[in-house]
């Protein structure tokens, strides 16, 4: 008899255990979701390009300075092999070393124009990046978001969406009329 009471009770506590999530589940809002393709708009906003055109002018500005060296450097390559038949041994070491040192000073110049650059764009995304969390911000307040995921590619965890649930396109525009532009300058050497 008692282990038939202490069967039904429970039997009675796992049914309502059961019922009760199903119950909580019934009271529970319904998420609204909205996707957006971070990476994308990142890119495609009149800043980010903005940012692109100006990293990649001082990139060229670098290059043809790295350039100009280079060859100056491949000149003194050639004047020091043509002259060491004909200069001291002492001599021809010592030129040697000077010309290792400038090459040298090229690599980390090079280094150093690389470091800026990637200052530079990070230093711009990342003004970017800040006013579109703003701008998504204001989309989720107005339209009643309640999560916003990235569906980026190669960064997603989403498969598939309805493309109704995008709001790329207008964080974009949205971002292009918050920030238009970003100014980057290289870092001061």
Not at 17 to 35: E, G
Not at 46 to 71: C, F, L, M, N, W
Not at 116 to 122: F, V, W
């Amino acid at each position: 008899m008692f282990y038939r009471v202490l069967a039904a009770v429970v039997v009675t506590i796992a049914v309502a255990a059961t019922h009760q999530p199903a119950a909580l589940a019934q009271d529970a809002k319904t998420p609204v979701i909205a996707v957006i393709d971070y990476a994308r708009a990142m890119r495609e906003s009149k800043a980010g390009q903005s940012v692109r055109e100006q990293v990649d002018k001082q990139r060229a500005i670098y290059q043809a300075e790295i350039k100009s060296i280079q060859t100056k450097l491949e000149e003194a390559r050639q004047e020091l092999q043509q002259q060491q038949a004909v200069l001291a041994p002492d001599v021809f070491a010592r030129r040697r070393q000077e010309y290792q040192q400038q090459a040298e000073s090229l690599q980390r110049t090079a280094q150093s124009r690389k470091r800026s650059l990637d200052q530079m764009q990070g230093e711009g995304f990342s003004a970017i990046e800040k006013a579109l969390r703003d701008v998504l911000q204001g989309l989720v307040e107005e339209r009643g978001y309640d999560i916003v995921m990235n569906a980026g590619a190669g960064t997603s965890t989403i498969v598939m969406a309805n493309r109704d649930l995008f709001i790329t396109d207008e964080a974009v525009k949205r971002l292009d009329a918050k920030l238009p532009s970003v100014t980057v300058k290289p870092k001061a050497e």
